[in-house]
């Protein structure tokens, strides 16, 4: 079983849309979750943060957390052309703290 | 403030040749990481620096590759000799805090690697 899982898409959904971006992790000690977005041939960029079950929210981003399922999930709200790219989930490893990234889930988001 | 500074931005070698990857992290910012992405996937962690001390480097392939950050400071990452499977885009991040915390991590624009 991978440490972080997450689809790698492509999800396509039409402007103005809401993306649902999903994440499961194995590491039940894990406390810190984090979602990076990377366009394509960039770097990523860190656009959301989380350590408490729920949800929180950030302008058109919302992250929800569901540590009894090992359950993380992106929501955008208003899908726009430019949020097209790939969404990283990445978990702080409770053993390590090591910072362990999934394989990204690709977002096209249509006009 | 300036960014993760990675140089070159892109290079091209033949397998079993050498390469060299320079990070200059934020200033300040005492843990820095070398993190290798594959196309496709997630970015790997290599290396992890605590000011000029290595902390983790458990997945780094130390039979061909290397790495050092004199003064705690700029860091760089060598491979030797590079095989075909070292082609990916290599990350340097950085930032303020210690190991165990992923609190303002910033990463570079990367260097993509092709070997041919």
């Known amino acids: 079983q991978k440490e972080v899982e997450q689809n790698s898409g492509p999800l396509s959904v039409p402007e103005g849309a809401i993306a649902s971006l999903n994440c499961t992790y194995s590491d039940r000690g894990s406390q810190s979750f984090f979602w990076y977005r990377q366009y394509s041939g960039k770097s990523p960029e860190l656009i959301m943060f989380i350590y408490s079950n729920g949800d929180k929210e950030d302008g058109r981003f919302t992250a929800q957390l569901n540590k009894a399922s090992q359950y993380v999930s992106l929501l955008i709200r208003d899908s726009q052309p430019s949020d097209s790219a790939t969404y990283l989930c990445a978990v702080l490893s409770s053993n390590t703290g090591k910072l362990i990234f999934g394989q990204g889930t690709t977002l096209q988001v249509k006009p | ?116």
């Not at chain 2, 290079?11 to 496709?40: D, M």
């Not at chain 2, 030797?80 to 805090?97: R, T």
Request: positive net charge.
């Open chain 2, 1 to 116: 403030e300036a960014g993760v500074a990675q140089s070159p931005r892109y290079k091209i070698i033949e397998k079993r040749q050498s390469v060299a990857f320079w990070c200059n992290p934020i200033s300040g910012h005492a843990t820095l990481y070398w993190y290798q992405q594959i196309l496709g996937q997630g970015p790997k962690l290599l290396i992890q620096f605590q000011n000029n001390g290595v902390v983790d480097d458990s997945q780094l392939p130390k039979d061909r590759f290397s790495a050092e950050r004199l003064k705690g400071v700029d860091s760089t990452l060598k491979i030797q000799p590079a095989k075909l499977e070292d082609s990916a885009v290599y990350l340097c991040a950085s930032s303020p805090f210690g190991t165990g915390s992923a609190y303002g991590y910033t990463f570079g624009s990367g260097t993509r690697l092709t070997v041919v």
